[in-house]
């Protein structure tokens, strides 16, 4: 179609500067928490995290050593004329990348059957798509995922639960990942709707640039204790000890049925994302 | 306070019985490293069949690190190392760290009490890499000396690296077996009910 070239030059664009850059807001929040952090040990950590945001930003080179999967999240403008096979397009811009890429990404993609790891698989890219109203733009979130952040998620369904239980269930999911996930690390919770539903609110808010609560005062009030809460843990960065765990929680709700899911996801302290605006005509903003 | 430490492989028990929990440690000299699974499930495999590993591991160290390698030359080049979480390894690590009498262990996030009473009969030691780390860590490798098992996918192959000054390397379980994860999560574990105290009187 029409656009297809260009979609699937920033697929592999997007990918490429995900894995390669910390996100500004996450810079941000990192030197934050160097302010705040009680304990040499902390510090250290966290000044050695900044070295290596600021050496890849200085030499354009990955910041970890694994890329993980390549995920996108394509946000459709009901007014946007951009015209694409975008699951196409993205796929064929990401292997694109792969081929030429230097250095050479490690294989990572995994077949969970066989436990085969390749640059490539079936149903990867993961490219997912939502709808904006009244807007002319197409934008495209890119979230490589890996292991390490990614195998400490979670899901649980419960009837009717009060706040109460949701807030001990978040709290406790922190705990099962200790410090195992990068942290300090960015928290996505999903509240309600259906078992997808929570999964995709809770991966999605760990996509919202920290420093911006969300906008209904109580759930920013929610996030800003279960933030005070986990950080009270104590686990610390890199889980050796310290008063920052996360760099901020943030939820997101749907109204459901009683049954009600709650699902928590985690970004590791690199929190890769790269965002980009398709406008009319072809374009493109760079949002991050 | 904790301390900064330069250590020079190879090393002697003694100089891994003063580390303390916490403590930053620099190394520099040769270090052994792979973060596969299926090596390490290969490497306990035939550690009990009695064939000797690739690379020599007794009384030395292996890393959970993962190398992007490439032939090059006739050699080795590599372009970059990264730690990977080592809790992956933990139903293999108390084999294999008594099966070579290992000093040093290490990667991201820690190893169960199982892997840490191993560490503590070996009078070994693990230690804390920097999750994310990438460019810092790949500066300090001064070269490749010996790839093992290189039909594997790049990470997966056993490496044996020159390095000078990797770190900082926090010394998170001490020759004791005393685990700096463990005390972190008891700690963590015990200010479960006044946090939910708290979460409690925050929503009013």
């Known amino acids: 179609m029409a656009d297809d070239a260009l979609i699937r030059r920033l697929g592999g664009e997007l990918f490429n500067r995900a894995v390669r850059r910390v996100p500004d807001d996450t810079v941000h929040a990192l030197r934050q928490a160097m302010e705040r952090e009680r304990t040499e040990t902390a510090r250290k950590t966290l000044a050695m995290q900044l070295r290596s945001a600021e050496l890849a930003a200085e030499r354009n080179a990955f910041v970890c050593s694994d890329n993980g ?12 004329p951009i015209r694409a096979d975008f699951k196409a397009a993205l796929k064929a811009g990401y292997e694109a990348l792969v081929e030429n890429v230097q250095p050479p990404f490690l294989p990572h993609v995994t077949n969970p059957l066989t436990r085969e790891r390749s640059h490539t698989g079936k149903g990867v890219p993961i490219v997912t798509f939502d709808q904006e109203g009244g807007v002319d733009w197409v934008e495209i979130v890119c979230s490589p995922k890996a292991l390490g952040s990614g195998r400490w998620a979670a899901l649980e369904l419960f009837t009717f639960p009060s706040i109460a239980e949701i807030e001990a269930y978040v709290l406790d999911v922190a705990i099962r990942a200790g410090g195992q996930h990068c942290p300090p690390v960015a928290v996505g919770v999903g509240i309600g ?18 420093g911006t609560p969300h906008t209904d005062p109580e759930v920013a009030a929610m996030e800003d204790r279960l933030t005070r809460a986990i950080n009270a843990l104590g686990y610390g960065p890199m889980g050796t000890g310290g008063d920052t765990t996360t760099l901020g929680v943030h939820v997101e709700w749907c109204a459901g049925h009683g049954f009600t899911p709650v699902a928590v996801a985690f970004n590791c302290w690199i929190n890769r994302r790269s965002r980009v605006r398709i406008h009319p005509g072809g374009d493109v903003e760079w949002i991050e | 306070m904790s301390r900064e430490i330069d250590l020079q492989l190879p ?52 890393f959970h690190l993962g ?22 390894f933990d139903a293999l690590m108390p084999a294999l760290i008594e099966g070579f009498d290992l000093l040093l262990t290490g990667g991201k996030g820690g190893l169960s009490p199982e892997s840490a009473r191993a560490l503590a009969r070996t009078g070994g030691v693990y230690l804390s890499f920097p999750g994310g780390g990438a460019p810092i860590l790949t500066d300090a490798v001064e070269a490749v000396v010996e790839v093992a098992w290189p039909e594997m996918v790049s990470h997966y192959r056993i490496v044996r690296l020159r390095v000078k000054r990797l770190g900082p390397l926090t010394v998170g379980i001490d020759a004791r077996g005393n685990s700096l994860f463990a005390q972190i999560d008891t700690v963590a574990k015990g200010r479960r009910d006044e946090i939910l105290a708290a979460l409690a009187q925050s929503r009013g």
């Open chain 2, 67 to 88: 190398s992007a390698l490439e032939a090059r030359d006739g050699g080795w080049h590599l372009h970059y190392i990264n730690p990977t979480t080592s809790t992956r």
């Open chain 2, 11 to 62: 090393l002697g028990r003694a100089d891994l019985a003063g580390l303390q929990l916490g403590d930053r440690v620099f190394l520099t000299g040769e270090i052994v490293s792979s973060a596969g699974l299926p090596t390490y499930e290969r490497l306990v495999r035939e550690l009990s069949e009695g064939i000797a590993p690739p690379v020599a591991l007794q009384g030395g160290c292996i």
């Open chain 1, 69 to 80: 999967i390549p995920v996108y999240f394509v946000r459709l403008g009901s007014e946007s």
């Open chain 1, 193 to 210: 709707g259906t078992f997808d539903y929570a999964a995709k609110m809770a991966k999605e808010a760990t996509l919202r640039p920290l």
